[in-house]
């Protein structure tokens, strides 16, 4: 009998254990699941041997770190990423492990883009396009291919101040002398689609009080430009935003601060802005806020202590003021704007009641909807020690909670006819020993091989990584999608990107 108790004592005990584990998962995807960017993933073997800029150089292939098992990283030449190199050289490949196995050539890859017109078909004024309407922009989602995106963060500059580039003018929305360094676009305008502009627009969890908070209070084209590390506090004006996806050739995603909410100008001056200064063949993304489901310094701490605290409520109807401005400026049915609804990954619940609140004339009197529901389905939940993980223990928690989480999200698109992107995603680790050494080693190339895969079988039409430009990394954070400019193909994470898309048949151009 005293066996027997003490058997069932240790399944009570076993089962606590396993709880409590599986919620201390769950809460660190709603607490964070948002702040980093998903991945795309290949489920086909691919070379790496891509040096930066076409150089034909192969850099070395970092390692994992010790005691990491990872996947199978075999030799390969089934399929060469050349980047637009003259010579194929035999490469080490990244191949995908057994946990892609099954999912089929499942592609994420960038909407067809149409030139307006001939060179001379489009005629400037000042600094703005004048549209020729006749010209259509494509619909955003074209085939059933995934879109790969970044975000901001640490910026380069070309040492051209803000003030001699806005004395030089504008031509078809590129300032003559450029604040840009040009390695930077370069480096944006070879893996993404979209950029998305948060962290230099004051929605960044680093900013208190909602950002600026008017129209005439905005960052202007000739103020000093803010330091370029991606956790400053300065904004950036919204004409050298716009002035960079012109110059890449990326769809334009543009946050607003929360605190633009009490100004019921901004939204129409902002729309007149960018339709005056963005090429017309690119979309504008426009988001009110970020992570307004988020406490803190986010949106969602500032409609705590300034709007009573109803975080989706408030939410839906400051996003539908926003996209009414843009319906006046632009038309309601211009395939050019793409209204961004968000929410958090990990309570979908909670998203609802923002499409609940859209319904209700008293917050959006003008009808406005949106045309995509955004989340941002990171993996893993921001663990204690990256060092203990590997590729095994990343997919496995992609394919547990997060990927459940993401099936869910879709219902919730579905239901309102809608399609589901990210806003951000990719790997969630900080603050924690190991970061950096798990970012640099081949484990984190497989399991972003994976995660493009995964998102895109579950129906995501766009990955927006966090964060889409070089950054150095420390051991406790590494965001960037790389970390030398001059060489990103030595990073996994921007490697697998390119090579996911090329494998895809969706290789920027």
Same mark, same amino acid.
């Given at each position: 009998m005293l066996t027997?108790?003490?058997?069932? +004592?240790?399944?009570?005990?076993? +089962? @606590?254990?396993?709880?409590a584990a599986y919620f201390g998962v769950q809460l660190g995807i709603d607490d964070h699941l948002s702040n980093q960017n998903p991945t795309t993933a290949i489920n086909v073997n691919?070379?790496?041997?891509?040096?930066? #800029? #076409?150089?034909?150089?192969?850099?070395?292939?970092?390692?994992?770190?010790?005691?990491?098992? #990872?996947?199978? /990283?075999?030799?390969?030449?089934s399929l060469t990423a050349n980047n637009?190199?003259? &010579?194929?050289? &035999?490469?080490?490949?990244d191949s995908a492990t057994s946990d892609t196995a099954g999912i089929g050539s499942i592609g994420i890859g960038g909407v067809s883009r149409v030139v307006i017109g001939d060179s001379d078909d489009d005629s400037t004024v000042g600094n703005q396009y004048v549209d020729n309407s006749d010209h259509a922009t494509p619909e955003v989602f074209t085939g059933s291919k995934m879109m790969v995106g970044g975000n901001d963060g640490t910026v380069r500059y070309s040492g051209v101040s803000a003030q001699e580039a806005a004395a030089s003018g504008f031509v078809n929305g590129v300032s003559k002398k450029s604040i840009w360094d040009e390695r930077l676009v370069r480096h944006v305008a070879s893996a993404y689609d979209v950029f998305r502009w948060m962290n230099k627009v004051q929605n960044g969890a680093q900013i208190k009080g909602g950002g600026f908070d008017s129209w005439e209070n905005r960052p202007k084209a000739n103020d000093p430009l803010p330091d370029p590390g991606g956790w400053t506090?300065?904004?950036?004006?919204?004409?050298?935003? @716009?002035?960079?996806?012109?110059?890449?050739?990326?769809?334009?995603?543009l946050t607003v601060p929360a605190a633009t909410?009490?100004?019921?100008?901004?939204?129409?001056?902002?729309?007149? $802005?960018?339709?005056?200064? $963005?090429?017309?063949?690119? /979309?504008?993304?426009?988001?009110?806020?970020?992570?307004?489901w988020n406490s803190g310094n986010y949106a969602g701490g500032w409609i705590d202590e300034n709007k009573g605290g109803d975080r989706p409520g408030y939410t839906a109807c400051a996003a539908a003021q926003l996209?009414?401005?843009?319906?006046?400026?632009?038309?309601?049915?211009?395939?050019?704007?793409?209204?961004?609804?968000?929410?958090?990954?990990?309570?979908? #619940?909670?998203?609802r009641t923002l499409f609940?609140?859209?319904?209700?004339?008293?917050?959006?009197?003008?009808?406005?909807?949106?045309?995509?529901?955004?989340?941002?389905?990171?993996?893993?939940?921001?663990?204690?020690?990256?060092?203990?993980?590997?590729? %095994?223990?990343? &997919?496995?928690?992609? /394919?547990?909670?997060? %990927?459940?989480? @993401?099936?869910e999200n879709k219902a919730l698109a579905d239901e309102h006819g809608i399609p589901l992107v990210t806003y951000e995603g990719g790997q969630q680790f900080f603050g924690s020993p190991?970061?950096?050494? +798990?970012?640099?080693?081949?484990?984190?190339?497989?399991?972003? @091989?994976?995660?493009?895969?995964?998102?895109?079988?579950?129906?995501?039409? $766009?990955?927006?990584?966090?964060?889409?430009?070089?950054?150095e990394y420390a051991e406790t954070a590494a965001y960037g999608d790389s970390e030398d400019i001059d060489n990103p193909m030595a990073s996994p994470k921007y490697r697998a990107i390119i090579n996911w898309r090329k494998a895809n048949g969706i290789a920027r151009p």
């Amino acid at each position: 009998m005293l066996t027997l108790l003490q058997n069932l +004592l240790k399944v009570v005990l076993a +089962l @606590i254990v396993l709880v409590a584990a599986y919620f201390g998962v769950q809460l660190g995807i709603d607490d964070h699941l948002s702040n980093q960017n998903p991945t795309t993933a290949i489920n086909v073997n691919v070379s790496d041997t891509v040096g930066a #800029g #076409g150089n034909g150089t192969t850099p070395a292939t970092p390692s994992p770190p010790a005691g990491n098992a #990872g996947g199978s /990283h075999s030799a390969d030449t089934s399929l060469t990423a050349n980047n637009g190199n003259s &010579s194929n050289s &035999s490469d080490t490949t990244d191949s995908a492990t057994s946990d892609t196995a099954g999912i089929g050539s499942i592609g994420i890859g960038g909407v067809s883009r149409v030139v307006i017109g001939d060179s001379d078909d489009d005629s400037t004024v000042g600094n703005q396009y004048v549209d020729n309407s006749d010209h259509a922009t494509p619909e955003v989602f074209t085939g059933s291919k995934m879109m790969v995106g970044g975000n901001d963060g640490t910026v380069r500059y070309s040492g051209v101040s803000a003030q001699e580039a806005a004395a030089s003018g504008f031509v078809n929305g590129v300032s003559k002398k450029s604040i840009w360094d040009e390695r930077l676009v370069r480096h944006v305008a070879s893996a993404y689609d979209v950029f998305r502009w948060m962290n230099k627009v004051q929605n960044g969890a680093q900013i208190k009080g909602g950002g600026f908070d008017s129209w005439e209070n905005r960052p202007k084209a000739n103020d000093p430009l803010p330091d370029p590390g991606g956790w400053t506090m300065e904004p950036l004006a919204y004409e050298w935003m @716009i002035d960079f996806c012109n110059r890449a050739k990326v769809d334009c995603w543009l946050t607003v601060p929360a605190a633009t909410a009490d100004d019921p100008t901004f939204p129409e001056k902002f729309a007149t $802005l960018v339709k005056n200064q $963005l090429d017309p063949s690119l /979309h504008v993304w426009v988001e009110w806020a970020n992570e307004a489901w988020n406490s803190g310094n986010y949106a969602g701490g500032w409609i705590d202590e300034n709007k009573g605290g109803d975080r989706p409520g408030y939410t839906a109807c400051a996003a539908a003021q926003l996209w009414a401005g843009f319906d006046k400026v632009y038309g309601k049915d211009d395939k050019r704007v793409v209204r961004v609804l968000a929410w958090q990954a990990g309570n979908p #619940g909670s998203g609802r009641t923002l499409f609940e609140r859209l319904n209700d004339p008293s917050c959006n009197p003008t009808g406005a909807k949106p045309d995509v529901y955004a989340i941002a389905p990171y993996v893993p939940g921001n663990p204690a020690d990256a060092s203990t993980y590997n590729y %095994e223990k990343m &997919s496995g928690e992609l /394919h547990s909670y997060v %990927e459940a989480a @993401i099936r869910e999200n879709k219902a919730l698109a579905d239901e309102h006819g809608i399609p589901l992107v990210t806003y951000e995603g990719g790997q969630q680790f900080f603050g924690s020993p190991g970061v950096a050494t +798990l970012n640099r080693s081949q484990d984190m190339y497989d399991f972003y @091989i994976d995660y493009m895969n995964t998102l895109a079988k579950n129906g995501i039409r $766009l990955f927006m990584q966090y964060v889409g430009v070089p950054e150095e990394y420390a051991e406790t954070a590494a965001y960037g999608d790389s970390e030398d400019i001059d060489n990103p193909m030595a990073s996994p994470k921007y490697r697998a990107i390119i090579n996911w898309r090329k494998a895809n048949g969706i290789a920027r151009p």
